[in-house]
């Protein structure tokens, strides 16, 4: 299945356990977010065991889009970038890439309580075709939780199945403290 742009969209079943109806692992995420009044500032550290069945040549989408009940793509839905920075650079061959990049997005915050942040993680092919590794989707509704965080967080990673979102019924992510890296 292609999403927009041309990239591939896998669901659920290429993610199963054989033999099971269990999800595999997808991978971590660390991350540090921050909240200040007016701005929301994402520190995308990098990602662990992404799952990938060939050396992906790894980059992540950084974006907030409108915070629905649906946890599904909509045609309508608007998608935000930080102007001029939409994704970061692309890691060869890298299952455990070093992202080391910072996304910052300003509104206002009646506006930001309505968007959930999504990162999405994809292998860059040369065929054009991208295809998703795994990504996380965060309700931003309770902003001031961002704001007390301000610590490097690992979130567990799942599967896509829309363009735009990740699991529509995912399992909650897993958020805890990262390891100190040596």
């Known amino acids: 299945q292609l999403g927009k ?31 200040i009044s007016g701005l ?12 990938s069945q060939r050396s992906p040549n790894s980059y992540a989408q950084v974006f907030l889009i ?5 946890r599904m793509w909509q045609e309508e839905q608007r998608v935000v ?28 915050d009646a ?23 795994a990504g996380v989707t965060l309700s931003l509704k309770d902003l001031a939780r961002f704001s007390k965080l301000g610590e490097r967080v690992d979130i567990g990673l799942t599967y896509q199945a829309m363009d735009g979102y990740v699991s529509p019924t995912p399992p909650p992510p897993l958020i805890f403290p990262s390891s100190p890296t040596a």
């Open 5 to 35: 742009e041309g990239k591939e969209i896998r669901g659920r079943d290429k993610y199963l356990v054989p033999g099971t109806d269990d999800v595999i692992h997808m991978g971590v995420l660390e991350v540090t977010l921050h909240h």
């Open 40 to 51: 929301l500032t994402v520190d995308l550290h990098r990602a662990r065991a992404i799952v």
């Open 66 to 70: 409108e915070d629905t009940n649906k």
């Open 81 to 108: 970038f930080e102007k001029g920075h939409g994704k970061t650079k692309v890691f060869k061959k890298n299952i455990n890439p070093e992202f080391n990049d910072q996304f910052n997005f300003k509104m206002e």
């Open 111 to 133: 506006l930001l309580a309505n968007k959930s942040l999504v990162v999405a993680i994809w292998d860059k092919t040369s065929s054009g075709k991208d295809v998703f590794l």
